[in-house]
């Protein structure tokens, strides 16, 4: 098989690294490339789902990748405390290259600089050209001045404490702890008796969040929970795009005809920043392909993002109501109010299923925001007019 038959990915993380994972299953024959500018596949993330995200035949082939399955989760606000009987589960960066590792051998490569990217040839910095049938670009999120972002700003540490923690279940949000220029809580998932991963998280409106702050934050949440630290095992960081309003043609039309994926792609949950459901579907829908050439790969995986896009415009609004109505430090009473309705309408709004009774049901009543400021931010919908609010 010539070069001109593979599949090249460009970024080794959760999208692509699925997609190579589905082919190597389901099509062997196929020579699949995946170049990664970092030292090893995935990076250093924990990716979490719901189990209603995925049908039982997407949890059968992704079973092996999942570090930690829980039987439900809690969430606190300072007024609402709650247990969910959602399954949930945690998949390891480390696990998931092990497993990229394994299927793919030497056609994983890491630590590479891509220089430029075009459908069918990949230039790398060390003057190398590949060329394949098609390339995607899966290389995380970029800006793009078509788009209008809040953003989800994020540090966590796996902690291995000096005695059992006592956490049963993963706390999604903890919203006791005190606020600041935006919605904060405290996530916490426990991986075994001894170790559990703490995150402190913020939805603000800067991009570029002071990271010392957050690892303090995350010292003293254990303090305060009596957590001896022993060892702290890892640390992860990031800042996800929370999407607000945006014009989809044009933010497409951007990366030329180049296919995209994952968050390049603007495939994730705009409101939760969730993208393992969205990397599972389009890793199902190539894997299905009769032909991978450059024109059929790009079709595919532009009409997946433009599906997630229409059926994601009742979140984008709800995320202006939540960055753009109110004072930041009151975000949380959004959340909270939320997370009084019924369970089944939570699970459906995780899944990306929102129905219209859901919509109508999380709208109704008096907001837990100033009533003239949500209206006038559920008819924002220029991303330009937005960037340019005060």
Not at 276 to 298: E, G
Not at 309 to 326: D, P, Q, S, T, V
Request: proline letters at 6%.
């Amino acid at each position: 098989m010539s070069a001109r038959d593979e599949l090249i990915l460009v970024g080794a993380g959760l999208a692509n690294g699925l997609i190579a994972l589905r082919l190597r299953a389901l099509r062997p024959e196929l020579r699949v490339r995946v170049l990664e500018r970092g030292p090893a596949a995935g990076g250093n993330h924990t990716w979490s789902f719901h189990d209603a995200d995925l049908t039982p035949a997407q949890h059968a082939w992704i079973a092996p990748l999942v570090h930690r399955r829980w039987p439900g989760y809690r969430v606190r606000f300072p007024q609402r405390q709650r247990h969910l009987a959602t399954g949930y589960a945690s998949i390891l960066s480390e696990t998931f290259a092990a497993h990229l590792q394994q299927a793919l051998g030497e056609t994983l490569e890491c630590g590479v600089d891509v220089h430029r990217v075009t459908p069918t040839r990949v230039e790398r910095a060390d003057g190398r050209v590949l060329e394949a049938a098609a390339v995607v670009d899966g290389r995380g999120a970029r800006a793009s001045r078509h788009m209008a972002l809040g953003h989800q700003a994020f540090l966590g540490r796996v902690l291995r404490t000096a005695r059992p923690h006592g956490v049963a279940l993963p706390l999604i949000m903890d919203a006791t702890v005190p606020q600041g220029d935006g919605y904060r809580f405290v996530y916490v998932l426990p991986f075994s008796d001894d170790t559990l991963l703490v995150e402190d998280t913020h939805y603000v409106d800067d991009d570029r969040p002071d990271f010392e702050r957050l690892g303090r934050h995350v010292a003293d949440y254990a303090r305060e929970h009596g957590w001896e630290i022993a060892e702290v095992l890892r640390e992860e960081r990031g800042v996800l795009p929370i999407t607000l309003a945006g014009d989809f043609e044009a933010f497409w039309a951007e990366g030329g005809d180049v296919p995209r994926s994952g968050l390049a792609a603007g495939l994730f949950h705009p409101t939760t920043g969730y993208s393992l459901p969205h990397a599972v579907r389009l890793a199902d829908r190539l894997a299905q392909m009769p032909s991978l050439d450059a024109a059929s790969v790009l079709a595919a995986t532009r009409a997946e993002a433009e599906s997630a896009w229409r059926a994601h415009g009742f979140y984008r609004l709800l995320n202006r109501m939540l960055f753009l109505a109110g004072r930041p430090q009151d975000r949380w009473r959004v959340m909270q109010r939320f997370y009084g309705l019924p369970e089944a309408l939570i699970t459906r709004f995780y899944a990306g299923r929102t129905t219209w009774p859901d919509r109508l049901r999380i709208l109704a009543g008096k907001p837990p925001v100033p009533v003239g400021e949500a209206l006038r931010a559920m008819r924002m919908t220029d991303a330009a007019h937005i960037r340019t609010h005060p």
